[in-house]
């Protein structure tokens, strides 16, 4: 590569539709064309504590994420290297982790929770998108997401949303809406609705790049 990607950074609420965004975002786009580097592969390990410990922890704070890895990773990227990094499988035993092979290109997306807190993160984002539901909803979508696809406890989701989740949005992600470029209410399940913003966006930075 000869010169620095254009970094495009994402965040939004726990339950706000981010994965789905991605996901949809992603399809306009050839795999030479776009990278993307995730937050969530950057937790600390946590599997060192008991089930029961694992209860408790807090991961929706700032240092439950590797960050000097995470920023030298994105600076790997720009100098065009290829950045290798074990998935995150949620401490689920169950799961074998996959190493990510991360390849650079000219459309990098970032994304997660402390993206815009982290100061030497926020600084290299070129264009920032933030994605909000309304907290019901959001807490909705969790419970399915963490019942079904992850096997958790219903009063653990629950306790962990009013607990974590909740405090840590409040705090480390929703001060930082006003600043952001693009900002995405989804408060339906509306699939059409979610494919004409991605393809708009998609549109807007295909005029910018290629």
């Given at each position: 590569?000869?010169?620095?990607?254009?970094?495009?950074?994402?965040?939004?609420?726990?339950?706000?539709?981010?994965?789905?965004?991605?996901?949809?975002?992603?399809?306009?786009?050839?795999?030479?064309?776009?990278?993307?580097?995730?937050?969530?592969?950057?937790?600390?390990?946590?599997?060192?504590?008991?089930?029961?410990?694992?209860?408790?922890?807090?991961?929706?704070?700032?240092?439950?994420?590797n960050r000097t890895q995470f920023s030298h990773d994105i600076n790997?990227?720009?100098?065009?290297?290829?950045?290798?990094?074990?998935?995150?499988?949620?401490?689920?035993?169950?799961?074998?982790?996959?190493?990510?092979?991360?390849?650079?290109?000219?459309?990098?997306?970032?994304?997660?929770?402390?993206?815009?807190?982290?100061?030497?993160?926020?600084?290299?984002?070129?264009?920032?998108?933030?994605?909000?539901?309304?907290?019901?909803?959001?807490?909705?979508?969790?419970?399915?997401?963490?019942?079904?696809?992850?096997?958790?406890?219903?009063?653990?989701?629950?306790?962990?949303?009013?607990?974590?989740?909740?405090?840590?949005?409040?705090?480390?992600?929703?001060?930082?809406?006003?600043?952001?470029?693009?900002?995405?209410?989804?408060?339906?399940?509306?699939?059409?609705?979610?494919?004409?913003?991605?393809?708009?966006?998609?549109?807007?930075?295909?005029?910018?790049?290629?």
């Amino acid at each position: 590569m000869s010169k620095k990607p254009y970094v495009v950074g994402i965040a939004g609420s726990s339950g706000s539709g981010k994965t789905f965004f991605l996901k949809c975002f992603l399809n306009h786009f050839k795999d030479h064309e776009v990278t993307l580097i995730s937050q969530d592969d950057y937790y600390i390990p946590a599997n060192t504590k008991t089930q029961e410990e694992n209860k408790l922890y807090n991961f929706d704070v700032p240092s439950s994420i590797n960050r000097t890895q995470f920023s030298h990773d994105i600076n790997d990227l720009f100098e065009g290297k290829v950045v290798y990094k074990e998935e995150y499988t949620f401490n689920n035993p169950a799961l074998t982790p996959k190493i990510l092979e991360i390849k650079p290109a000219p459309l990098l997306i970032v994304e997660g929770l402390f993206i815009f807190h982290f100061e030497e993160i926020n600084a290299m984002l070129d264009e920032r998108i933030f994605l909000h539901a309304d907290e019901h909803i959001a807490l909705a979508r969790r419970l399915k997401r963490d019942l079904v696809e992850r096997g958790y406890d219903e009063e653990d989701v629950k306790y962990k949303w009013f607990n974590h989740v909740l405090p840590s949005f409040e705090k480390y992600l929703y001060p930082y809406k006003n600043i952001c470029d693009r900002i995405i209410e989804n408060n339906t399940d509306d699939v059409a609705n979610m494919v004409k913003i991605t393809d708009e966006i998609s549109a807007d930075l295909r005029k910018k790049l290629f």
